[in-house]
């Protein structure tokens, strides 16, 4: 029960946080690119490959298995996965490709999906610096 709330609590504001990210970015690129989700779900990839990987650390400092898996359950499934939006970046391809705009729909649709793995990589690599 008690994972189930702090997956909860950490949705809401990885949500309230891609809100805010979102917003900013879309208040500074205006154009054709859905350039906000894009940020959201390549920085949100990066946090969650980051966050992934250095929990089991935290049973060398006395933390129990059990609080470690739940601060990871939390950051990753929880907030990180309130903050990314996978659907939305699907839905913004489908709307470009409708009204014409074929070549940003694929850049939004092969670029998310490239970049956003990248990132994840990257934040795997990351945080094995704190293994």
Same mark, same amino acid.
């Given at each position: 029960? @008690?994972?189930?709330?702090?997956? %909860?609590?950490?949705?809401?504001?990885?949500?309230?946080?891609?809100?805010?990210?979102? =917003?900013?970015?879309?208040?500074?690129?205006?154009?054709?690119?859905?350039?906000? &989700?894009?940020?959201?779900?390549?920085? =949100?990839?990066?946090?969650?490959? %980051?966050?992934?990987?250095?929990?089991?650390?935290?049973?060398?400092? =006395?933390?129990?298995?059990?609080?470690?898996? @739940?601060?990871?359950?939390?950051?990753?499934?929880?907030?990180?996965?309130?903050?990314?939006?996978?659907?939305? %970046?699907?839905?913004?391809?489908?709307?470009?490709?409708?009204? =014409?705009?074929?070549?940003?729909?694929?850049?939004?649709?092969?670029? &998310?999906?490239?970049?956003?793995?990248?990132?994840?990589?990257?934040?795997?690599?990351?945080?094995? @610096?704190?293994?």
């Amino acid at each position: 029960m @008690l994972a189930l709330l702090l997956v %909860a609590v950490g949705g809401g504001l990885g949500a309230a946080a891609r809100f805010v990210v979102d =917003g900013e970015v879309r208040a500074r690129h205006d154009g054709g690119f859905p350039w906000g &989700t894009f940020v959201v779900n390549v920085s =949100g990839s990066f946090l969650i490959g %980051a966050f992934s990987t250095p929990f089991h650390t935290l049973t060398w400092y =006395g933390v129990s298995p059990d609080v470690a898996h @739940l601060v990871q359950f939390a950051l990753t499934t929880g907030l990180c996965g309130g903050y990314t939006t996978f659907s939305t %970046a699907t839905v913004e391809s489908v709307r470009l490709a409708r009204s =014409g705009r074929l070549r940003l729909a694929l850049a939004n649709t092969l670029g &998310t999906l490239l970049v956003t793995v990248l990132a994840a990589a990257a934040g795997v690599a990351a945080g094995s @610096l704190f293994v």
